[in-house]
């Protein structure tokens, strides 16, 4: 079974449904929106799977917002806040290992999502103004 195979089960064996499957590229799209997820971006990228959702825009934000978002990582179980090259989009980003990845850790990793959009949905939506 391959690695993009072996992931796709994990995610229907949590129960969730592909919004969008993309089999060439080894990459999948889930929403939950009551666990705060939202388009998240699950990509096979041997040897790591990524995983990636926008969070907000945030165009010439002033440093004060920036260092929120530094302190918030701090706290992260999984993943991190990061800008998008072009420092217009803060996404959530993960990586782990395909080799070794089982159910677990990529749960733990969704998972980790879901509660940093619970604890800091109200800090996000203030930093998006």
């Not at 945030?58 to 302190?71: D, H």
């Not at 990845?101 to 998972?111: A, V």
Request: net charge negative.
């Amino acid at each position: 079974m391959s690695h993009f195979e072996k992931v796709k089960n994990y995610i229907l064996e949590m129960g969730f449904t592909l919004d969008v499957e993309n089999q060439e590229e080894e990459l999948v799209m889930i929403s939950d929106e009551e666990r705060g997820i939202k388009n998240l971006v699950i990509d096979c990228e041997d040897p790591i799977l990524i995983l990636e959702q926008v969070i907000l825009s945030m165009e010439n934000g002033p440093a004060e917002a920036y260092k929120k978002l530094m302190q918030f990582n701090r706290t992260l179980v999984h993943g991190a806040f990061a800008l998008t090259d072009d420092g217009k989009t803060v996404i959530w980003r993960d990586t782990l290992q395909l080799e070794n990845l089982d159910h677990n850790e990529l749960e733990g990793s969704i998972d980790a999502l879901s509660l940093a959009m619970a604890e800091y949905v109200d800090d996000l939506i203030a930093l998006s103004k």
